[in-house]
């Protein structure tokens, strides 16, 4: 645990591009309160023993002999001469929360191995090394992922989980005094090294650009326990990782540089709940270099002026780190932000706790509305690699639903995955869904999200490396039905179980969980399928004509289940559809049903329906041709600097969002267009009272 570090007075000094807000000490109140924010950590388990901590320097002092080792290999494999084989050299860096001093137990180490040019990260690094790993017995869960934005090799060395990224320098030999904020090690050098080397690069430039390091560490663990409690901290589902939250914390502390954690932590929830994005927030000024490599300036680059919260890197090529932030969980992020500053406010007034402003968000009870995406495989390595591919494509479902919907229908993914323990290689996510709020919508308006589905289903069957098995479902859920393996002990909470008894709504739960696997047989020949499932109290209207269109209909209500004798084909009587109750215009829903198309309409409680599944074929070879939404524009009163565009070790910004699909694997076949349709209709959707804002 840190302890507190008093400053000496920092007037003269100046952090950042601004002058400090303040440069008063701390009171002997500002060190009870922090000592009672460092005992909150302490209980939460977020430090690690100090056997763990040697454990760790063990692994990586192993870890760079095994490099060592490898590129002497290399080198006299190639026919290079004996002096320089002896000479040879690879080093270990260390990157992110590691780095930074804020790691946890049992947290991965961000790693990188820096070689000489002749050792390639082709053949050599995913090669060679991956070979000498394997051979190793300490080594387990060996996972390289070659075809990354940035190449990473994942497995746990004693024990210990390493993310491994490789950088190829335009160097003979490595010196072992290696100084990588230099920029001289990124001349002559790739895009992936570049962004290999951006992690070390940034997080030793936060280090430097901070003016107390034990001050800015405690805080940065207070702000990453509050963002992972608030179910905020995910960089790939679109709101912000680790590095994020770093350079936000750093900056407060610039403003406030002898300040203790307990006031750092206040103000970091005072700055940021009135913060106007996308003005960006930065560490140093920004200038272009000799090098040359692009730097994130909307002045100049159109792409950057659709980033809503920029959060600039201090290293050289200085890059957006949160360019996957969408407007859904940027709004998300702001009311975490506002409540935080109300919790801190509160603590201030001797009104609360810190323990309140750390309190875990009720996910599954602050919608009425969830969109569940269940993915399965035929082995665990097949549903590492599947569901690695699929959480990346994720956020881009959140970006679709509200280009497509033009910002009406907001979306709040969950950060973590779920598994159904009575289902083998499975593990699901689940997004929270709610109409804008303070927008006036047109009576009957209706949200068609068919061509939303269908061009994520293109954007998943982009994926290379598909096996048999590989399967990807999504579906509807109401509040009310959501699975019970989501709620801690496979409980669900009283006030959730509706007007069925909690025994039979697991019955129904499980007779639902076993006809959907029989359902799942997959549309012939096609490699993943889409399963739209409306769910419970939902309705799906095919008729005659539709169903041919749209592939196979099972009634969870019938006896039996049919076989799927050709995944274009369908037959359905419209009998075994009830119609569903009226709803109640005056309470905001969103016009009436169209019998002519496929309808998953999300209702309110008002309805029941009998719950039929359509088993959709996942990609057709049709061009989408949908108008994107109008992105924020940027206020642009930059003074003196021009800025980047990427990110540490994200992908990069997919520009299927402002084009068509028009390019399919050839393995997926010609079968004509067909669409999913979810027609989204709401009553009233808030945040849990006292548990969400």
């Not at 006299?76 to 804020?102: C, D, H, M, P, W």
């Not at 994926?463 to 098995?469: D, L, V």
């Not at 509040?479 to 002990?489: A, L, M, N």
């Not at 359902?519 to 769910?535: Q, R």
Request: glycine share 6%; aromatic share 8%; proline share 5%.
């Amino acid at each position: 645990m840190g302890s507190v570090v008093l400053n000496k007075p920092a007037n003269a000094l100046r952090f950042g591009l601004t002058e400090p807000i303040s440069t008063a000490g701390p009171s002997q109140l500002d060190v009870i309160r922090t000592q009672e924010l460092e005992q909150i950590l302490v209980d939460a388990g977020l430090y690690e023993t100090e056997d763990e901590a040697i454990k760790r320097e063990e692994v990586l002092g192993k870890l760079d002999q095994i490099v060592k080792e490898w590129v002497k290999k290399v080198t006299e494999a190639k026919g290079f001469n004996e002096q320089l084989v002896q000479e040879a050299n690879a080093k270990i860096f260390t990157s992110g929360s590691y780095r930074l001093g804020v790691h946890g137990p049992g947290a991965d180490i961000d790693t990188l191995c820096v070689g000489p040019r002749h050792v390639t990260r082709e053949g050599d690094f995913f090669g060679e090394l991956h070979r000498m790993l394997a051979d190793i017995p300490e080594v387990e869960e060996l996972h390289p992922v070659p075809d990354a934005y940035v190449p990473v090799m994942k497995f746990k060395l004693k024990g210990v989980s390493i993310d491994l990224l490789y950088a190829k320098l335009e160097h003979w030999i490595i010196p072992e005094d290696l100084d990588l904020s230099q920029e001289s090690v990124l001349q002559y050098v790739d895009e992936k090294t570049i962004l290999s080397l951006n992690g070390c690069r940034v997080t030793d430039q936060i280090l430097h650009l901070v003016p107390n390091v034990q001050n800015f560490r405690t805080t940065l663990r207070c702000i990453r326990y509050w963002a992972k409690q608030r179910g905020v901290y995910s960089n790939v589902a679109g709101f912000l990782g680790g590095i994020n939250w770093a350079l936000l914390v750093a900056r407060v502390c610039q403003l406030y540089p002898n300040a203790l954690p307990n006031t750092l932590v206040s103000r970091f929830f005072k700055l940021f709940a009135q913060w106007k994005w996308p003005n960006p927030v930065m560490l140093c000024p920004i200038q272009e270099r000799s090098l040359g490599f692009p730097v994130w300036d909307p002045t100049q680059n159109v792409s950057d002026r659709r980033h809503l919260m920029p959060i600039i890197t201090p290293a050289y090529p200085c890059m957006n780190s949160s360019y996957n932030v969408s407007a859904s969980t940027l709004h998300v992020m702001q009311e975490e932000l506002q409540r935080g500053h109300v919790a801190c406010e509160a603590v201030e007034a001797k009104n609360s706790g810190w323990i309140s402003l750390f309190e875990s968000f009720h996910f599954f009870e602050a919608y009425n509305n969830y969109l569940q995406i269940d993915i399965a495989a035929e082995n665990d390595d097949d549903l590492k690699k599947w569901k690695g591919w699929i959480k990346s494509r994720l956020r881009l479902l959140t970006m679709k639903i509200e280009r497509d919907t033009r910002g009406l229908l907001q979306c709040h993914p969950h950060p973590g995955e779920f598994c159904d323990k009575s289902r083998s290689f499975h593990c699901c996510y689940f997004m929270g869904l709610q109409r804008k709020q303070g927008v006036e919508t047109q009576a009957g308006k209706q949200f068609d999200l068919r061509s939303t589905i269908e061009d994520f289903r293109h954007s998943v069957g982009k994926y290379n490396f598909w096996k048999p098995g590989m399967s990807i479902q999504v579906c509807y859920r109401r509040k009310k039905d959501i699975p019970h393996f989501v709620f801690p002990g496979g409980v669900r909470p009283h006030h959730l179980e509706g007007k069925s008894s909690g025994s039979k709504r697991r019955r129904d739960e499980n007779n639902a969980g076993s006809k959907l696997k029989k359902s799942t047989v997959l549309a012939v020949n096609k490699d993943v399928n889409v399963i739209v499932d409306p769910g419970a109290n939902r309705q799906v209207v095919v008729n005659a004509e539709e169903s041919t269109k749209y592939g196979s209909c099972v009634s969870e209500n019938s006896s039996h289940h049919s076989p799927v004798q050709d995944p274009l084909t369908c037959s359905s009587s419209s009998s075994e559809v009830e119609k569903p109750a009226a709803l109640d215009t005056s309470r905001s829903s969103f016009g009436q049903h169209d019998s002519q198309k496929e309808t998953h309409k999300l209702e309110d409680d008002a309805g029941s329906v009998r719950r039929v599944k359509m088993v959709v074929n996942p990609f057709s070879s049709s061009t989408l041709d949908l108008e994107a939404a109008p992105t924020s524009k940027v206020v642009r009163d930059y003074s003196s600097f021009s800025q980047s565009k990427a990110t540490e070790t994200a992908e990069p910004e997919v520009e299927e969002l402002t084009a068509s699909n028009t390019n399919v694997a050839p393995r997926l076949g010609s079968l004509a267009p067909r669409k999913s349709l979810i027609r989204l209709s709401f009553t009233t959707l808030t945040k849990a009272n006292g548990k969400g804002t």
